[in-house]
Nanobody, 124 residues
Framework: QVQLVESGGGLVQAGGSLRLSCTASGRTASIYRMGWFRQAPGKEREFVAA????????VYADSVKGRFTVSRDNAENTVYLQMNSLKPEDTAVYYCAARLSFGLAYRAYDYDYWGQGTQVTVST
């Protein structure tokens, strides 16, 4: 089992920044990739970014490329999502997720464990 706890959401004005954190516990040695997803009201959960547990490889959705950065702190078993130049359309509940098996994964059902989500609201 892997447990994930997110933090760092909140309310920010357009153009501002937030940093989300996701701390993993339990069988972290089994994790291959960590992903960030978001879900706005009435919309499907969408892929935002992902990083291998080793921290070597990252991948981003086109909508956030150049604005968001995913990183990992090995010592703290924590993954971060630095979000800059935020836009109102970034408003959503953000989730982190852990995937145990090898390979790229952009779909929610590719991930095995999920955090509880943290709300990000970007005002105009």
């Amino acid at each position: 089992q892997v447990q994930l706890v997110e933090s760092g959401g909140g309310l920010v004005q357009a153009g501002g920044s937030l940093r989300l954190s996701c701390t993993a516990s339990g069988r972290t040695a089994s994790i291959y990739r960590m992903g960030w997803f978001r879900q706005a009201p009435g919309k499907e959960r969408e892929f935002v970014a992902a990083i291998t547990w080793s921290g070597v490889s990252t991948v981003y959705a086109d909508s956030v490329k150049g604005r968001f950065t995913v990183s990992r702190d090995n010592a703290e078993n924590t993954v971060y999502l630095q979000m800059n130049s935020l836009k109102p359309e970034d408003t959503a509940v953000y989730y982190c997720a852990a995937r145990l098996s090898f390979g790229l994964a952009y779909r929610a059902y590719d991930y095995d464990y999920w955090g509880q989500g943290t709300q990000v609201t970007v005002s105009t």
